[in-house]
C-alpha cells in the first residue's frame, strides 16, 4: 500500500483520523511476513497505549475503585479493545494489511467464520485453538499496531487515541 494512495485515504476516512506522518499508516498494515518494515514495533508501542487509556480511564472514572474491581475492568476492557475493537472488525481492516502469508488469510477466514457462526459472547473459546488462534492474534496485531501508530502521529495525546480506536469498557462486571 502507497502511503499517498486512495487505500490509504479510505482507511483514514474510517478512522476518522488523518496521519501526518502516513508512512506509520503503512507500516501499521505491514505484516512481518512481508518485505518491509513490519508492524511490530507499532504493535508493542499499542500495546503499552492501550494499558495506559484504560488505566487512565479507570482512574479518572472513579479514583476509588478496589483493587480487584480496577484488575477486572483493566483485563476486561484490554480483552474488548485487543480481541474485538468494532470499528477495526467492522470495516475489516484486514483487508488493508500487507502480507505475504496465504495462510493467514484461511485463519482469519474461519476465524471471522465460527465468530460469526458462533457469536461474539464465544470468540474469546475460539483464540486458543491452531490457526485460529494465529487469526485472533493477527486481528489483536493490528489494532494494537493502530493504536501505536496513532499515538506517535498525535504526539503521545492518550486522548486522541481514545478517541481513533474507540474503546467500549464496561464499568459493571455483567
Known sequence: ?????????????????TFLDPSLLTEALTHGSYDRPSYKHL???G?????LAVTKFLYSTDPNLDNVRVSFFYISALCNANVSNEKLT?????????????????AVSNFTESVTTRGEENAGELS??????????????IVESMAGAVYINCNFDLEVVWQVINLDIPL???
Open 90 to 106: 467492522r470495516h475489516n481492516f484486514y483487508r488493508f494489511l500487507r502480507h505475504n502469508c496465504a495462510a493467514l488469510d484461511r
Open 1 to 17: 500500500m502507497d502511503p499517498s494512495s486512495s487505500r490509504a485515504e479510505e482507511i483514514e476516512r474510517l478512522l476518522g483520523y
Open 172 to 174: 459493571s462486571p455483567s
Open 43 to 45: 504493535e508493542f508501542v
Open 47 to 51: 500495546d503499552s497505549t492501550l494499558g
Open 128 to 141: 486458543y485453538g491452531g490457526g485460529i488462534r494465529n487469526a485472533c492474534k493477527v486481528l489483536t496485531d
